[in-house]
């Protein structure tokens, strides 16, 4: 059986529409038609999505289409390793913490996204929750406006925020307001004034 069937088998068996999927894996409908169809694979990412929502492994999902592959070649040893990587690259996805929240918009501006967004349950920064963007939101940001727990920009919000204006428990910065707060015009419980 096709992955295509097996998606729409498991789709039914759950008592979801297209629609019901698509809402809760963030695509379209027109993306799980596809999928259906055999138009098109999911991303890595949402075939992981898709194993945790039905119960199924990752493996049950795409095995046929390798199973064909490895009659084809006659190499189960590329099926293994196939195997180890998507095992390796699933508990990436699901971290020690849980999953991530990524998004980069497409706009460019001095060569740096206009939005990029990123959350993770990392203690530390990582590709996953570290957002660089003319506007930056996530765990860890660097941005001209830029929101998150440790958040350095021109404009900074965050617990930790350094920049020419920065507001957070710890600031940093020309104009800083916050608990502790090192600046030129600050305001806070611990102030320390530069000049």
Same mark, same amino acid.
């Given at each position: 059986?096709?992955?295509?069937?097996?998606?729409? +088998? *498991?789709?039914?068996?759950?008592?979801?529409?297209?629609?019901?999927? =698509?809402?809760?894996?963030?695509?379209?409908?027109?993306?799980?038609?596809?999928?259906?169809?055999? %138009?098109?694979?999911?991303?890595?990412?949402?075939?992981?999505?898709?194993?945790?929502? /039905?119960?199924?492994?990752?493996?049950? *999902?795409?095995? +046929?289409?390798?199973?064909?592959?490895?009659? %084809?070649?006659?190499?189960?040893?590329?099926?293994?390793?196939?195997?180890?990587?998507? +095992?390796?690259? %699933?508990?990436?996805?699901?971290?020690?913490?849980?999953?991530?929240?990524?998004?980069?918009?497409?706009?460019? *501006?001095?060569?740096?996204? *206009?939005?990029?967004?990123? /959350?993770?349950? +990392?203690?530390?920064?990582?590709?996953?929750?570290?957002?660089?963007?003319?506007?930056?939101?996530?765990? /860890?940001?660097?941005?001209?406006?830029?929101?998150?727990?440790?958040?350095?920009?021109? /404009?900074?919000?965050?617990?930790? =925020?350094?920049?020419?204006?920065?507001?957070?428990?710890?600031?940093?910065?020309?104009?800083?307001?916050?608990?502790?707060?090192?600046?030129?015009?600050?305001?806070?419980?611990?102030?320390?004034?530069?000049?």
């Amino acid at each position: 059986m096709e992955f295509s069937e097996k998606l729409s +088998d *498991l789709r039914k068996k759950a008592g979801l529409s297209q629609e019901q999927l =698509a809402d809760r894996l963030g695509v379209t409908r027109q993306s799980v038609s596809k999928w259906e169809s055999g %138009a098109a694979m999911p991303e890595l990412v949402k075939l992981i999505a898709l194993s945790e929502l /039905f119960g199924v492994s990752v493996d049950y *999902l795409v095995k +046929d289409h390798m199973a064909e592959q490895e009659q %084809a070649s006659g190499n189960s040893s590329d099926t293994a390793r196939l195997e180890q990587k998507l +095992d390796a690259l %699933a508990s990436d996805y699901r971290g020690s913490w849980g999953p991530y929240y990524r998004y980069t918009s497409k706009t460019r *501006l001095l060569g740096l996204p *206009l939005v990029s967004i990123r /959350f993770g349950r +990392d203690r530390h920064p990582s590709q996953n929750n570290l957002a660089v963007g003319i506007i930056a939101i996530g765990n /860890f940001s660097v941005g001209v406006v830029s929101i998150g727990l440790i958040s350095a920009g021109v /404009f900074s919000l965050g617990m930790i =925020a350094a920049g020419a204006m920065a507001l957070g428990m710890v600031s940093i910065g020309w104009a800083a307001a916050g608990v502790s707060v090192v600046g030129v015009h600050a305001a806070g419980m611990a102030v320390s004034k530069l000049l």
